[in-house]
């Protein structure tokens, strides 16, 4: 069976003027045509050729020698070439490009940026990109706890956090409570493993471990008091949403650093403002 958006080996089958015809084997009547600009010079009849197969710009089946970027159920980080009326088309290493359909986007994409996708089959039996990649994730990386691992996350959930996909190819998720900071779909990441789940996705964290990420941030707090001119219109009792806005970090996280500087003597806490020891 010739399997769209797959490589496989063929067997020529039939040569015409324009190219070859491709087949599992002789005497079967699913054939697909390698152009004459594909065939490798020397093939005959019983020659067998490795090609992946597309549709071309009349939706025809279609075998090339090219190597593709990405193939049917893989992921691949990929360069967005157009962005039409109906959607973005990126370049795969195919002389068609990848069509990217809207509704299959998790952002507005922009021409000339990466997006990491994956290729999938929609209801016209057209090969398409998704940049909804989930259920395209393996779950069985090489990652320990503790470990630092690279990813690009791929959807932002209010209620569960960041997605992540760590080297392009593992689901990882940065749990909300971890996640802090001014971060978009598409950025790259470095985080810490805190956890390998039963089912093999990682748990992440953009922190270090809370002893050694405390120090970090009494100094970035110590920053933020020094542009306020040394007071803070509040105290460490205030909302994490003020906090989340001003400091880009967890209550937690704040009052840690917060409790840090004042066994410190760095600073004073009033019963409504943070002030700068001079």
Sequence with gaps: MIELGKKQTLEVVKKVEFGVYLAEEAGSTDKVL???KQVPEGIENGSKIEVFIYRDSKDRLIATTAVPKITLGELAV???KEVGKIGAFLDCGLEKDLFLPFKQQTRKVRTGEEVLAAMYIDKSSRLCATMNVYEYLK???PYKKEDTVKGVIYEISKNFGAFVAVDNQYSALIPAKEFHGEYEIGDMVEARVTAVKADGKLDLSIRQKAHLQMDEDAQYVMQVIDEFEGVLPFNDK????IIQREFK???NAFKRAVGK???EGK???T???ILKVK
């Design 34 to 36: 390698l152009p004459k």
């Design 78 to 80: 990929l360069t967005v």
């Design 139 to 141: 779950k069985d990386s």
């Design 238 to 241: 205030v909302s994490p949403e």
């Design 249 to 251: 970090m967890s209550k």
């Design 261 to 263: 500087l004042y066994k």
């Design 267 to 269: 600073i004073e806490i």
């Design 271 to 273: 019963e409504n403002r």
